[in-house]
């Protein structure tokens, strides 16, 4: 079983960075896509940006030039740095991981991090 734990939300004001990481735990598992989403009050989950096992990278427009998506697969660690944050950026942020065990694919979601973006 693969376990996901997000850290490094908060508040922050507007302009400012915030770092995002959500690292993976368990045994027997090879990761493939790596993905962060966001959801906002009463607004459906939104895909914010996605890295695959190559390293491959797609960004949502609103975030493209701004947010950065990386991943260390020694640490099977997912990041997200977010520069230039606006008060549109809040929300809660979730990882999303793929990973391949014993023949099967799974995909599983951590638990979310609240990023508040306000002065």
């Known amino acids: 079983q693969v376990q996901l734990v997000e850290s490094g939300g908060g508040l922050v004001q507007p302009g400012g960075s915030l770092r995002l990481s959500c690292a993976a735990s368990?045994?027997?598992?090879?990761?493939?896509?790596m993905s962060w989403y966001r959801q906002a009050p009463g607004k459906e989950r939104e895909l914010v940006a996605i890295?695959?096992?190559?390293?491959?990278?797609h960004y949502a427009d609103s975030v493209k030039g701004r947010f950065t998506i990386s991943r260390d697969n020694a640490e099977n660690t997912v990041y997200l740095q977010m520069n230039s944050l606006k008060p549109e950026d809040t929300g809660v942020y979730y990882c999303?991981?793929?990973?391949?065990?014993?023949?099967?694919?799974?995909?599983?979601w951590g638990q979310g991090t609240q990023v508040t973006v306000s002065s």
């Open positions: 368990g045994s027997g598992f090879s990761i493939n896509d």
């Open positions: 890295i695959s096992s190559g390293g491959s990278t």
């Open positions: 999303k991981i793929g990973w391949k065990s014993r023949g099967s694919y799974f995909n599983g």
